[in-house]
């Protein structure tokens, strides 16, 4: 059975984990944070282009063909990761 740990030495791995933590977080959250205002960027480009599109097909009197499962699979997948943010 393995010795219990001196609580002293626990807390400083504890400080050690938490500094380490602290680092990382601030050195990742502006990617985060990036990444984020892409996709929404992204995500707001797309709805553009179906408005034009649709608005297209209204003054062309055109009609595309319904968009196919992967279609919608796909812009199901765009929303959901936007509204994850």
């Given at each position: 059975m393995e010795a219990e740990k001196n609580p002293v030495t626990v807390l400083k791995d504890?400080?050690?984990?938490?500094?380490?933590?602290?680092?990382?977080?601030?050195?990742?959250k502006p990617v985060a944070v990036e990444q984020k205002e892409t996709k929404s960027h992204i995500y707001a480009t797309l709805n553009k282009t179906m408005t034009m599109?649709?608005?297209?097909?209204k003054q062309t009197d055109l009609e595309l063909s319904p968009l196919t499962e992967e279609e919608k699979t796909v812009i199901e997948q765009l929303k959901s990761h936007i509204t994850d943010l």
């Open positions: 504890l400080s050690a984990i938490k500094s380490r933590y602290q680092t990382l977080y601030a050195r990742f599109i649709q608005e297209l097909q």
